[in-house]
């Protein structure tokens, strides 16, 4: 047998990446269950908390900055571990799945609260005077003037970083979530052959690349030229 | 009150898993001060790479690198850790790690200083060459230095989540400090140890976050 043929054999085998295929997609079906439920929990409590914190109540903007600053240190496989470990002895028990977008989502509400936040503060002053002396109300302040030019801020960093945290849907396998990594990794125990992993692999770029792609446009289309 | 201290803060468990958890401290600290002069290396290299004005090399860069940010870096380990046996090439956690990192975060970098290189002006580069600089010279001794200010906070924030990431080395049996906690607390059958590794992440990090939370500040007051 020609190298090739035997390199084939191994990594690209037909007959088990169809015996296993099933099994890949319904990790993919998990995959992009809690990519979403990550990238909107995440997203939208972080812009809540950078709401709180314009309000600019002294304590609770502290307690916000440590909250932030908790997660954005810890590294986020060792939030899961915490919490789908840790818990069980105070009689809450999570699941894997559950355990993972819990932290994933804790992870991303840090990392876009901060983002947020310093998108609003970019924002000059003399504009929010200027908007309120118009009459406009805070709320009407914040969502005509200040967002619309914090968004724009705040769109490259949010895209990268979500992006990088939706990955981190992969370290579920520590936890048994079945999604791609984990449901390639237990088909290759089973069938003894690397195969499903790059089918998981592949399914994963098939996943993410275009997200990957999207952002790069995104970014050039919402850069402000400087 | 008195179960949440028991399973989490607990003092016996603290003082007899010590021993277990500050080699995983020690481990990390080793691991992060080799993977992440390899990722800047690695990303340094990409940079230099993509100065070369080529259109081919520029795309099949982009590729590159659009490549390792959509795929996650456990995938990237696992498939050096246990696909790699199937070829007859069994590398160790260790190696993997190191490998992973090189070309996962080795792209994050070389994105980084690329948009440093970038943003130094042209007429640079023409004034150093017109001096007689040779290409390189100028790239080590004008361009670099500028480029590398411009987008320092940056690299800190890179290297944070570098060292944040070292803690995936636990998938794949490396003794680092996530590893020797959960070895702690399977023997210990106590959540305590992983307290104890979070709460030793969160001292070495934090001073980096409150940094990098300035830097940007910063950074946005000057626009």
């Known amino acids: 047998m020609s190298s090739w043929a035997r390199f084939t054999e191994t990594f690209l085998n037909t007959k088990v990446m169809l015996k296993y295929l099933p099994d890949i997609l319904s990790g993919v079906v998990v995959t992009i269950e809690l990519a979403l439920l990550v990238v909107v929990t995440g997203i939208a409590a972080g812009l809540a908390l950078a709401l709180v914190r314009s309000l600019g109540i002294r304590p609770l903007n502290w307690l916000i900055v440590v909250v932030v600053d908790l997660f954005r240190s810890l590294p986020p496989l060792v939030v899961i571990v915490l919490i789908y470990f840790g818990l069980p002895s105070v009689n809450v028990s999570p699941s894997g799945f559950v355990s993972t977008w819990l932290s994933l989502a804790l992870v991303l509400m840090a990392f876009s609260e901060e983002i947020f936040w310093a998108g609003i503060t970019s924002v000059a002053k003399g504009q929010w005077e200027a908007a309120r002396s118009t009459g406009l109300s805070y709320g009407q302040t914040l969502i005509h003037v200040v967002l619309p030019q914090a968004v724009r801020l705040t769109i490259p960093p949010l895209t990268n970083r979500t992006i990088a945290i939706t990955k981190g849907t992969a370290l579920g396998t520590v936890v048994a979530v079945t999604e791609i990594l984990g449901q390639a990794s237990s088909a290759m125990s089973n069938s003894y052959n690397p195969s499903p992993l790059m089918m998981g692999a592949a399914a994963y770029l098939v996943l993410f690349f275009p997200v990957v792609v999207a952002a790069r446009w995104v970014e050039t289309r919402f850069a402000w030229k400087r | ?223």
Not at chain 2, 2 to 18: G, H, P, T
Not at chain 2, 56 to 71: C, E
């Open chain 2, 1 to 223: 009150m008195e179960a949440i201290v028991q399973s989490f803060f607990n003092r016996e468990i603290i003082a007899a898993s010590w021993p277990i958890v500050r080699a995983g401290l020690l481990n990390t600290v080793l691991l992060s001060l080799l993977v992440v002069p390899l990722g800047l290396f690695g990303g340094l290299l990409l940079a230099l790479l993509a100065s070369v004005k080529h259109p081919a090399i520029r795309w099949t860069l982009m590729a590159w690198v659009d490549f390792f940010r959509a795929f996650p870096p456990l995938v990237l380990l696992i498939l050096l850790f246990a696909g790699l046996p199937f070829a007859g090439l069994e590398l160790g956690g260790f190696v993997c790690v190191a490998i992973a990192f090189f070309l996962n975060t080795g792209a994050y970098y070389g994105e980084i200083f690329r948009a440093g290189i970038d943003s130094v002006p042209s007429g640079q580069i023409e004034a150093a060459r017109s001096t007689g600089l040779s290409r390189l010279q100028a790239m080590r001794y004008v361009v670099l230095p500028q480029a590398v200010r411009n987008v320092l906070p940056d690299l800190l924030s890179n290297t944070l989540e570098v060292v944040k990431l070292t803690a995936l080395g636990s998938v794949v049996a490396v003794p680092e400090l996530l590893y020797q906690a959960r070895q702690a607390q399977s023997l210990t059958y106590n959540a305590t140890p992983i307290v104890v590794a979070a709460v030793i992440y969160f001292v070495m990090l934090w001073p980096v976050v409150r940094l990098l939370s300035r830097l940007e500040n910063r950074a946005l007051a000057a626009r």
